[in-house]
Every structure is written in C-alpha cells, then in structure tokens.
C-alpha cells in the first residue's frame, strides 16, 4: 500500500466540502428519495476527481466546487428544532436557581 500525497488536513477539507454539499441538497429537497439521487450524482462528481494528484488541477477543482456551492447556496436553510436558531431552540428554559427578586435589598 503505497502512502496517500495528502495530508489529513487536505482529507478534512474534502470530506467537509463533500457534507457542505450533501446539506445545501438537503436543504432544497424535502423528500428523501429525491435528495438520495442527488446525493449520489454529488459523490460520483467526487469519485470522478478522486484520481487528480495535480495540485494546481486540484486548486481548480475545489475552486470551482466552492464557487458553485456558494451559488446554490440555499437562502433559507434547515435547522434542526433543538438546534440554535430552531424552532424550540431555548423554547423550555429550566427556571433560574437564585431568587427571582431579592426582597432584603429592598427594606
């Protein structure tokens, strides 16, 4: 097994640019047999440039691939409910531990 020319930081940078890509997907089709088909498009795209070693053919390619995700970049995203900017995000606080109103400042 020969090493990879990559280094991990290369390795998370794709494998984030590919999950950007599948959410923005997600976010503009509801259905999820529709998105699988997407999603499989997405990572043929993907396993199509796996081959590339040039750095500069790289370069472009990510270029590119960032270029296109920030122009179909979806204007209203899904968030999941529980999640900050949700729906129920911070819907149900627990009430504050310490008095409310402090009664002895007040005499």
Do not use: V
């Given at each position: 097994m020969s090493a990879s020319p990559f280094t991990a930081a290369h390795r998370r940078y794709v494998k984030?640019?590919?999950k950007r890509i599948l959410v923005n997907e997600r976010n503009w089709v509801v259905r999820y047999d529709l998105w699988r088909a997407r999603a499989v498009a997405v990572r043929a795209e993907f396993e199509?440039?796996?081959d590339v070693s040039d750095p500069r053919a790289l370069a472009a390619i990510f270029e590119k691939a960032e270029a296109d995700l920030a122009h179909k970049r979806h204007p209203d995203p899904y968030i999941p409910a529980m999640f900050p900017g949700g729906t129920k995000w911070e819907r149900?606080?627990?009430?504050?531990?310490?008095p409310i109103f402090d009664h002895e400042?007040?005499?």
């Open positions: 984030s640019l590919y199509r440039n796996r149900n606080l627990p009430p504050p531990l310490g400042a007040h005499h």
